[in-house]
């Protein structure tokens, strides 16, 4: 229950920055969190000190991922999707929806170095 409600917690709270143009700063810890609040919900300590050792790393990432368009309003409900499923105790479900979380994040980040590429060649 209690990793149900940080997940929930930073969900609402990637929203409400998304609802109010608020700084990104604020969306990446609240995205941060969520993830955090996965590994920790799987019980496995190693997954978990895992995504605390690349913390830094990941919250880089997630802040260039929140300046591609469209990103973090996809993240809202991908995130929910997740939870629902973790809260429903169907782990495939679960391994399917951050599947496709993770996939859709590469391929956003994919098509804006493509995008980036075709600018410079032209340029």
């Known amino acids: 229950d209690e990793h149900l409600a940080e997940m ?52 880089r990432a997630l802040m260039t991922v929140f300046l591609i368009p469209n990103s973090p309003e996809n993240a809202v ?9 973790i809260a429903a105790g169907d782990a495939d479900r679960a391994r399917q929806e951050m599947h496709a979380h993770l996939i859709r994040v590469e391929n956003d980040v994919a098509r804006v170095e493509r995008d980036a ?4 060649a032209r340029g």
Do not use: C, W, Y
């Not at 929930?8 to 604020?26: H, K, L, P």
């Not at 409900?77 to 499923?85: D, K, L, Q, S, T």
């Not at 590429?117 to 410079?120: D, S, Y």
């Open 8 to 59: 929930d917690a930073a969900t609402a709270e990637m929203a409400v920055v998304i609802a109010r143009g608020s700084q990104g700063d604020r969306f990446i810890d609240a995205d941060l969190r969520f993830h955090l609040a996965v590994a920790d919900a799987t019980g496995n300590r190693l997954i978990l000190h895992n995504m605390q050792a690349v913390r830094d790393v990941v919250r």
């Open 77 to 85: 409900p991908e995130h929910r999707a997740i939870r629902a499923a």
């Open 117 to 120: 590429a075709k600018g410079l």
